[in-house]
C-alpha cells in the first residue's frame, strides 16, 4: 500500500485536497468517491523523490515539499502512540497503518508508508526505519531494534517518547528564553538605523547654517551618520563576507573544534553551553542503557548526538577506554570537559551497577540547573539592552541638544 496525494471537490463542489492510503491509484480513486469527494487529481507519494513527479518533459516539481519537515513534537506523539498500539497487542503492521490514519505530516504519513511496507515484507522495523536517517536517528532506530531483541518494544518506544520529549521541552525553553533579547536587539538596531539615515542628516543642515564650530560629540556623532549613509553597502558586503568565511571556517574539523571549544569557554554562556552539552550526553546514555543497548554501542551513539566536538572528543576517548576494560569515569575526568560531580556519580554508578539511574538523576539535576541560569540570564539581559538603548539614545540627545545651548548662550 501507498499514500497518494489528491485534489478534488466533495458533494458541495468545495475544493479539497489531501492524502489517502490505498494499494494503487485506481483503488484510491474509488475510495474518495465513497468518502464522497470527485478526485482531479491522485499522484502517489514517494520520500526519496521528494517533490518530483514525471518524467521527462512531463516532470514536475513541487518545491513545497523540499521545507515540509518532521519535527521533534511530531516524533514525540508518534512514538507514545505507536507505543500504546504495540502495548495493547495490535500486531506491527496493523498498528503502523493506524498511524498512517492518525497523523497530520503528510511527510511523516508517507514515510511510515514506506516502514509498513517493509515491515509487511518481513522486515524488522528497525531495519525499515534506518533507511529514513533522516526522521529516525541512529539513537532512534537502536533503541527499537534492542526493543525488538528484548520483547519489549513498547516499553523501550515509551521510553523513546519520554526521551525525545524532554530534548524538545529543554531545546523549547533555550529558544523561548533568547526570543526576546533578539527581538529587543534587532529593534534596536532599527531605531538606531533610523536615526542615522533619516533625521541626523536633516538635523545636520540645520547645523551647517550655525557657523558655529561644533562640539566634538556632536562631529563624532555625524560623522557616524556619515559613514552609515554613504557606506551602508560596504556594512553588508563585510557582514555577509564574514558570515561566508565563517561558515566555511566552521565546516572544516580543526575549526569546528576550536569552535566548539570556545563555545565552552566563552564567559557566562560557556557554562550554559557545557550544562546543556553535560545533560543532552547523560540523558542519551542513560536512555539507551536502560533500554538494553550495549554501553559501546550506546557511547557511539552519545557522541554523534551531543552536538559539541570537544565532548564528542572526550566520549571517543572514553569508549576507547571501556573497550580495554577500564571504567567508564575514569577517562571522562580525565579529559576535563565533565564536571567533578558528574564523573564522581558515574563512579558510584558503576561500582553499584546503577549506572543507568545515576546517570538519569545528573541529567535532571543539570536540567533544573538550566532551567535556573536560563532564567537568571533572561532577566539579567533586559536591563543591559535597556541601558545599552539608552546609552544610545542618551549620545544622539546630547550630541543634537549640545550646538543649540551653546547657540542659546551666544543669542543672549
Same mark, same amino acid.
Given at each position: 500500500m501507498a499514500v497518494f496525494e489528491?485534489?478534488?471537490?466533495?458533494?458541495?463542489?468545495?475544493?479539497?485536497?489531501?492524502?489517502?492510503?490505498?494499494?494503487?491509484?485506481?483503488?484510491? $480513486?474509488?475510495?474518495?468517491?465513497?468518502?464522497?469527494?470527485?478526485?482531479?487529481?491522485?499522484?502517489?507519494?514517494?520520500?526519496?523523490?521528494?517533490?518530483?513527479?514525471?518524467?521527462?518533459?512531463? =516532470?514536475? =516539481?513541487?518545491?513545497?515539499?523540499?521545507?515540509? $519537515?518532521?519535527?521533534?513534537?511530531?516524533?514525540?506523539?508518534?512514538t507514545s502512540q505507536l507505543s500504546t498500539l504495540v502495548g495493547a497487542g495490535i500486531p506491527m503492521v496493523e498498528a503502523l497503518s493506524a498511524m498512517i490514519d492518525q497523523v497530520e505530516n503528510p511527510k511523516l504519513r508517507v514515510v511510515l508508508a514506506e516502514v509498513r511496507d517493509k515491515v509487511n515484507e518481513g522486515s524488522t522495523l528497525a531495519q525499515a526505519m534506518r533507511d529514513h536517517k533522516n526522521i529516525f536517528s541512529d539513537l532512534y532506530v537502536n533503541m527499537v531494534r534492542a526493543g525488538e531483541t528484548s520483547g519489549a518494544l513498547d516499553v523501550v518506544l515509551l521510553r523513546l517518547a519520554e526521551y525525545t520529549e524532554s530534548q524538545v521541552k529543554l531545546q523549547g525553553k533555550l529558544i523561548s528564553a533568547m526570543i526576546y533579547p533578539v527581538l529587543m536587539t534587532l529593534v534596536g538596531l532599527g531605531i538606531v538605523l533610523g536615526l542615522f539615515v533619516f533625521v541626523i542628516p536633516k538635523i545636520r543642515r540645520v547645523f551647517d547654517t550655525f557657523g558655529e564650530s561644533l562640539p566634538f560629540i556632536t562631529r563624532a556623532l555625524l560623522g557616524v551618520s556619515d559613514v552609515v549613509v554613504g557606506y551602508w553597502w560596504g556594512f553588508f558586503l563585510l557582514a555577509a563576507g564574514a558570515a561566508y568565511f565563517f561558515r566555511r571556517w566552521v565546516t572544516t574539523p580543526e575549526g569546528r573544534f576550536k569552535f566548539d571549544g570556545y563555545m565552552l569557554q566563552v564567559p557566562i554562556f560557556g557554562r550554559l553551553n557545557r550544562l546543556v552539552a553535560v545533560s543532552r550526553c547523560c540523558r542519551t546514555m542513560?536512555?539507551?542503557?536502560?533500554?538494553?543497548? +550495549?554501553?559501546?554501542?550506546? /557511547?557511539?551513539?552519545?557522541?554523534?548526538?551531543?552536538?559539541?566536538?570537544?565532548?564528542?572528543?572526550?566520549?571517543?576517548?572514553?569508549?576507547?577506554?571501556?573497550?580495554?576494560?577500564?571504567?567508564?569515569?575514569?577517562?571522562?575526568?580525565?579529559?576535563?570537559?565533565?564536571? +567533578? =560531580?558528574?564523573?564522581? /556519580?558515574?563512579?558510584?554508578?558503576?561500582?553499584?551497577?546503577?549506572?543507568?539511574? /545515576?546517570?538519569?538523576?545528573?541529567?535532571?539535576?543539570?536540567?533544573?540547573?538550566?532551567?535556573? /541560569?536560563?532564567?537568571?540570564?533572561?532577566?539579567?539581559?533586559?536591563p543591559v539592552l535597556i541601558l545599552a538603548m539608552g546609552g544610545i539614545v542618551a549620545f544622539v540627545a546630547i550630541a543634537i541638544m549640545l550646538p543649540m545651548m551653546n547657540m542659546s548662550a551666544i543669542a543672549r
Open positions: 489528491y485534489k478534488g471537490f466533495d458533494a458541495a463542489g468545495k475544493a479539497v485536497s489531501g492524502s489517502v492510503d490505498s494499494d494503487g491509484a485506481k483503488n484510491a $480513486r474509488a475510495k474518495l468517491r465513497k468518502q464522497g469527494v470527485f478526485p482531479t487529481d491522485v499522484v502517489e507519494q514517494n520520500a526519496k523523490a521528494g517533490g518530483v513527479r514525471g518524467k521527462g518533459i512531463n =516532470i514536475q =516539481i513541487d518545491f513545497s515539499k523540499y521545507f515540509q $519537515r518532521v519535527s521533534a513534537q511530531d516524533l514525540s506523539s508518534l542513560s536512555t539507551l542503557l536502560n533500554s538494553g543497548v +550495549p554501553i559501546l554501542s550506546a /557511547m557511539g551513539i552519545v557522541a554523534t548526538v551531543v552536538n559539541n566536538k570537544v565532548i564528542e572528543k572526550a566520549v571517543v576517548e572514553a569508549s576507547k577506554n571501556v573497550t580495554e576494560g577500564e571504567s567508564l569515569a575514569g577517562p571522562l575526568k580525565a579529559s576535563g570537559q565533565f564536571p +567533578p =560531580i558528574v564523573t564522581h /556519580m558515574i563512579a558510584i554508578g558503576e561500582r553499584t551497577g546503577e549506572l543507568e539511574s /545515576m546517570l538519569g538523576k545528573v541529567a535532571d539535576a543539570y536540567d533544573s540547573e538550566v532551567d535556573n /541560569m536560563v532564567g537568571a540570564l533572561t532577566s539579567l539581559l533586559e
